[in-house]
């Protein structure tokens, strides 16, 4: 079984003129403002999901600022899970600073939806603010079956894109110690937290509740990453996450058959540790 555990998909009006929803929307506009930033809805994901042979998605909105535009969008992902729910699970999505954020999370979660993500602090890094907007919506999820949630995650060097926010390395270890109960899903690979396993002190205990996914790892890394995700003792925590539509699958299997790792690692990343974490 193949589960891609990070897509993305809007509301048709969103897809048709996206220009509409940039104002007052900073963070949408700094990654939506190129007309080469793919936007797609639940039909083509499920075309994407055809060819790839992908049995599951997990989809998300945008954390929008706007009340509005937040349930519409989660009312989009509510929809694609009740109308496909053997090949769709879905992720309320919302500004984490927004007052209505737990209101929000308990809402999707009594509709059908598995969890929170993507969340994402583009402007200011996972910050002392951030993780106190954070709280009630961990205790929600806590409440709920202890539900994951997919925070936005990035490394701290190297170029710039559109989307990389200003956070450290510290910020994410804070962000594991202030949340130590609650499953979280680091996108993006967690910014390589995961290499700080090895250390013998601390850490794998501190890190022991993060997965991390492999979205824009064809952008970011050499597929000599599955091979330090099994040095590092976390393989069982790797999850494929394509960012579709910013990437397709393909792009990942073929970087998954570079690697070195073994065809039982393989099939965890593809699908058994996300149905390990989903249930």
Same mark, same amino acid.
């Given at each position: 079984m193949i589960i891609d555990t990070h897509t993305h998909i809007f509301p048709e009006h969103v897809k048709q003129d996206r220009s509409r929803f940039f104002d007052n929307e900073p963070e949408f506009k700094l990654l939506y403002n190129s007309p080469k930033a793919a936007i797609c809805n639940i039909v083509e994901l499920l075309k994407s999901m055809d060819k790839y042979q992908v049995d599951i998605s997990i989809i998300c909105g945008f954390p929008?600022?706007? %009340?509005?535009?937040t349930k519409k969008n989660n009312d989009v992902i509510i929809e694609s899970v009740q109308k496909y729910p053997d090949r769709i699970k879905g992720l309320a999505c919302f500004d984490a600073f927004w007052t209505g954020a737990a209101n929000e999370t308990r809402r999707c979660i009594d509709a059908g939806l598995s969890g929170a993500g993507e969340l994402a602090f583009y402007l200011s890094g996972i910050d002392k603010a951030a993780l106190t907007s954070l709280e009630p919506v961990m205790t929600v999820l806590r409440e709920n079956?202890?539900? %994951?949630?997919?925070?936005?995650?990035n490394e701290p060097v190297?170029?710039?894109?559109?989307?990389?926010t200003p956070i450290t390395l510290e910020?994410?270890?804070t962000l594991a110690k202030t949340f130590p109960a609650n499953k979280i899903i680091l996108a993006h690979w967690g910014g390589g937290i995961f290499f700080y396993n090895i250390m013998k002190k601390e850490t794998k205990n501190i890190l022991k509740n993060f997965w991390y996914d492999t979205a824009a790892s064809p952008f970011l890394y050499d597929s000599q990453i599955y091979d330090f995700a099994v040095d590092a003792g976390v393989i069982e925590k790797v999850l494929l996450g394509t960012d579709f539509p910013l990437l397709t699958p393909g792009r990942y299997f073929a970087d998954i058959d570079n690697s070195n790792i073994s065809p039982f690692q393989k099939k965890q990343i593809l699908g058994k540790n996300a149905s390990s974490l989903y249930g």
């Amino acid at each position: 079984m193949i589960i891609d555990t990070h897509t993305h998909i809007f509301p048709e009006h969103v897809k048709q003129d996206r220009s509409r929803f940039f104002d007052n929307e900073p963070e949408f506009k700094l990654l939506y403002n190129s007309p080469k930033a793919a936007i797609c809805n639940i039909v083509e994901l499920l075309k994407s999901m055809d060819k790839y042979q992908v049995d599951i998605s997990i989809i998300c909105g945008f954390p929008w600022r706007s %009340p509005e535009f937040t349930k519409k969008n989660n009312d989009v992902i509510i929809e694609s899970v009740q109308k496909y729910p053997d090949r769709i699970k879905g992720l309320a999505c919302f500004d984490a600073f927004w007052t209505g954020a737990a209101n929000e999370t308990r809402r999707c979660i009594d509709a059908g939806l598995s969890g929170a993500g993507e969340l994402a602090f583009y402007l200011s890094g996972i910050d002392k603010a951030a993780l106190t907007s954070l709280e009630p919506v961990m205790t929600v999820l806590r409440e709920n079956g202890n539900l %994951p949630c997919m925070i936005h995650t990035n490394e701290p060097v190297g170029h710039k894109y559109p989307g990389k926010t200003p956070i450290t390395l510290e910020q994410i270890y804070t962000l594991a110690k202030t949340f130590p109960a609650n499953k979280i899903i680091l996108a993006h690979w967690g910014g390589g937290i995961f290499f700080y396993n090895i250390m013998k002190k601390e850490t794998k205990n501190i890190l022991k509740n993060f997965w991390y996914d492999t979205a824009a790892s064809p952008f970011l890394y050499d597929s000599q990453i599955y091979d330090f995700a099994v040095d590092a003792g976390v393989i069982e925590k790797v999850l494929l996450g394509t960012d579709f539509p910013l990437l397709t699958p393909g792009r990942y299997f073929a970087d998954i058959d570079n690697s070195n790792i073994s065809p039982f690692q393989k099939k965890q990343i593809l699908g058994k540790n996300a149905s390990s974490l989903y249930g």
